[in-house]
C-alpha cells in the first residue's frame, strides 16, 4: 500500500509558482522582514490559495525564513510567492538593519586579555 503524502501537501513546490525557479526581485533574504499590506490596491487580482496563507501568517512582521518555515516549503518557492504579493502591493518588504562595524578598542581588548589570564 502506498504511503499517503503529508497532510495538506496535496501539490508539489513548482506548481505553486507557475514553473518558475528564479524571483523576478532581488528584495528577500532569509532576514527580511515582510508584513501584509492592511488595504490592499483596489487593482489587485484574488491572490491564489498559497499566497492566501502567506498574507495571514504577515499580519505581524515576519522573516521569510520564519515564513518558509511555517508553510513547509522551500525558501525559494516563497521567495517567489513573495515576489508576487510584493508586485500587487499586498506586502511591504523591509531589509535587515546593516550591522556598522564600530572601532575596535585594542587597549580594552589588551586588558580584558590580560584580566582574563589573572582568573
Not at 33 to 46: D, F, I, L, Y
Not at 55 to 80: F, K, Q, Y
Not at 85 to 98: D, K, M, N
Amino acid at each position: 500500500m502506498d504511503e499517503a503524502e503529508p497532510e495538506g501537501r496535496l501539490v508539489r513546490p513548482f506548481t505553486l509558482t507557475g514553473g518558475r525557479t528564479r524571483p523576478s526581485r532581488e528584495d528577500f533574504s532569509l532576514i527580511t522582514t515582510v508584513t501584509a499590506v492592511v488595504a490592499p490596491p483596489e487593482h489587485a487580482v484574488r491572490p491564489q490559495a498559497e499566497h492566501l496563507r502567506i498574507l495571514r501568517l504577515c499580519g505581524e512582521p515576519v522573516a521569510v525564513a520564519e515564513l518558509a518555515a511555517r508553510l513547509d516549503l522551500p525558501v525559494s518557492v516563497v521567495v517567489i510567492l513573495l515576489c508576487d504579493l510584493l508586485e500587487a502591493g499586498r506586502i511591504t518588504a523591509r531589509p535587515p538593519h546593516p550591522v556598522t562595524r564600530t572601532a575596535v578598542d585594542l587597549d580594552l581588548l589588551r586588558r580584558l586579555k590580560e584580566g582574563l589570564g589573572r582568573i
